[in-house]
């Protein structure tokens, strides 16, 4: 009984080591990456280019219920995070102003189209056109954002008023207590990376992992994604594309996986990654399972079910050009 992982010291020792290292990983350049963009959307703010940008990104916004404010948290999402498009949406508006649908419109855009300089140089590295990835990732984004829009608008489903489950303090009136709010803020999104990933731990820990790894088996064949893709294909869906770059571009590279595989690995990842992480995350701001996950699952797997046997019936010369190198 003693040598069993549950009762041994060296065991949890080693556990919270590979702990400690992994939100290190996750959160250093998560922050190198958020610092600069709160401050350039202070400035921006002060200087009325948010207001401008909102404009420019209003009939996008407008197609799909949010208001033009909404264009600049996507468009940090999409240059960042989904923790840098939070804060990006906590210092133009509240939240709990709009509807559960309007932040689960919301969140689908971020959860769709975020990071996108770190994630799309990560397929690209596994073969993966670039051109590809980012249209792939910004108009599905957008596509999902609109059905969603549409069907949660015909059937007035979800229009109460969204809970917010964290937020930071109200808006400074000055700039010494707005650096401390962002120190506040910052210190939160701290906390939520170390329970979150404790929790993607333990869940491996017990064994949770596996039953995925099994469920989905059958998915994955029925979407043309081969076996030997597997394991790229989920280390994206557990882990995400960012977390799990190394492995994902190791196993790419490798010569044992098809570029058929690759591509439809990578096209499922782009829509749905990080499936425990991020969907947790975006329910912070209200956004309801209906489409951050069942609906991404749905559509992930139709869209690339979708490119798939477009792949397969282009010429060898479109998929060497547009889609896979």
Request: hydrophobic share 50%; net charge positive; with cysteine.
């Amino acid at each position: 009984m003693l040598n069993t992982p549950i009762s041994n010291f060296a065991y949890w020792r080693q556990f919270g080591r590979e702990l400690g290292q992994e939100i290190i990983t996750v959160s250093v350049p998560l922050f190198r990456l958020m610092v600069p963009v709160i401050i350039i959307v202070k400035i921006l703010e002060e200087l009325g280019g948010v207001t401008l940008l909102g404009k420019l990104l209003a009939p996008l916004m407008a197609n799909i219920g949010l208001p033009e404010t909404m264009g600049m948290v996507w468009a940090a999402t999409i240059a960042t995070n989904i923790y840098g498009g939070f804060f990006v949406l906590y210092s133009l508006t509240d939240p709990g102003d709009y509807t559960t649908a309007q932040m689960t419109v919301l969140g689908t855009l971020m959860l769709m189209a975020h990071g996108l300089p770190i994630e799309a140089r990560i397929a690209q590295r596994t073969g993966v056109r670039l051109r590809s990835v980012l249209v792939l990732r910004l108009s599905g984004g957008y596509l999902m954002a609109w059905l969603l829009h549409t069907g949660y608008t015909a059937s007035n489903y979800l229009q109460e008023p969204a809970n917010i489950y964290w937020q930071p303090h109200n808006q400074p009136t000055n700039l010494w207590s707005w650096c401390l709010g962002q120190l506040e803020g910052l210190l939160a999104v701290q906390v939520v990376i170390i329970v979150l990933l404790t929790g993607l731990k333990l869940i491996k820990l017990v064994g949770i992992e596996q039953l995925i790894q099994t469920l989905l088996r059958p998915l994955l064949k029925i979407m043309g994604i081969g076996r030997e893709a597997t394991t790229i294909t989920l280390v994206g869906l557990t882990l995400g594309l960012a977390f799990g770059g190394g492995l994902l571009i190791k196993e790419a590279q490798s010569g044992k996986v098809s570029k058929r595989d690759i591509f439809a690995a990578i096209t499922l990842l782009g829509f749905c990654h990080s499936l425990i992480e991020d969907t947790l995350v975006i329910m912070l701001i209200g956004a309801h399972l209906s489409g951050i996950l069942w609906f991404r699952l749905i559509f992930s797997m139709v869209m690339t079910w979708l490119m798939v046997v477009i792949m397969e019936h282009s010429s060898d010369r479109f998929c060497q050009r547009h889609l896979i190198k």
